[in-house]
C-alpha cells in the first residue's frame, strides 16, 4: 500500500497497518517505520520522534529476542 505495488496506493492505510504490526512486535515492521522515519520518502517527511520512538521499540524487541533465546538454551520455558 505505501508503494502501490499490485495494488492502489494509500500511505495513510499502509502507516496504519504497519503500526498495527509494529505494536503487536512486529520486528520487521519496527525497522521498517524506523526506516521509514529515519530516512523519510517521497510521500512521508522524516520525523525525529517517531524515529526515536521506533529505535528505542527495537531494541526492546531485539533485547527480548535475545532473553528468550537464552532462557530456551538453558531449558527454562518462555512465560506467557
Request: charged letters at 40%; proline letters at 4%.
Amino acid at each position: 500500500l505505501l508503494k502501490g505495488k499490485n495494488v492502489e496506493k494509500d500511505v495513510k492505510e499502509g502507516l496504519r497497518l504497519l503500526e498495527l504490526s509494529a505494536s503487536l512486535n512486529n520486528e520487521k515492521a519496527i525497522e521498517m517505520l524506523h526506516r521509514i522515519y529515519s530516512e523519510g520518502t517521497p510521500d512521508i517527511p522524516k520525523n525525529s520522534e517517531k524515529e526515536l520512538e521506533y529505535s528505542q521499540k527495537l531494541i526492546e524487541c531485539k533485547s527480548g529476542k535475545k532473553k528468550n533465546r537464552r532462557k530456551s538454551a538453558v531449558g527454562i520455558p518462555d512465560q506467557k
